[in-house]
């Protein structure tokens, strides 16, 4: 099962490429989708579809893993990055590819084996499962490697959008 996993957002939007075949784990591709403070939030959101799309195109993965949305203090910040999320599903449905939502404590759950890890257990067990060198410098990227593990181990019982 190829699994793309996201952790949405309006400014930075991580994405991982995971390969699941047989209980191992093979990170593809991750990385991040920028876009400009200075720019409408339209042409923001616009961007982030854009690259999603040829994301999807260019590794034709199997399901989309995507973090729920967690209501932090600023609504205002909330608010876009559920804009933010829509796009994601937006391209999913577009796409035809089943999409799966998790929340913050389900990941931790699955990547952890513990619902409150802190980010440093989260990392270091992503680290480990997917046999990487070293940890991505932005949490984003991290934590969509987390979000396609957390599906992976989940895929059998998710219910999909």
Do not use: W
Not at 67 to 82: D, G
Not at 86 to 102: A, Q
Not at 131 to 138: A, G, Q, R, S, Y
Request: aromatic share 8%.
């Amino acid at each position: 099962m190829r699994i793309l996993g996201i952790d949405p957002g309006f400014a930075i939007t991580g994405y991982s490429i995971i390969d699941y075949v047989g209980n191992k784990f093979t990170l593809i591709d991750s990385g991040a989708i920028l876009t400009k403070a200075g720019e409408s939030f339209p042409k923001r959101l616009a961007k982030i579809y854009d690259d999603l799309e040829m994301i999807i195109d260019k590794y034709k993965p199997d399901a989309i893993s995507v973090e729920e949305l967690f209501f932090n203090q600023n609504i205002k910040t909330a608010i876009n990055v559920a804009q933010a999320r829509g796009i994601v599903l937006t391209v999913g449905y577009k796409k035809n590819i089943p999409t799966y939502e998790y929340t913050p404590l389900q990941v931790k759950q699955a990547v952890v084996g513990y619902g409150r890890a802190d980010k440093m257990q989260v990392q270091k067990m992503v680290k480990s499962i997917l046999k990487v060198d070293k940890i991505p410098k932005l949490d984003d990227i991290t934590d969509s490697m987390a979000i396609g593990i957390c599906h992976a181990h989940s895929a059998r019982f998710a219910e999909k959008l």
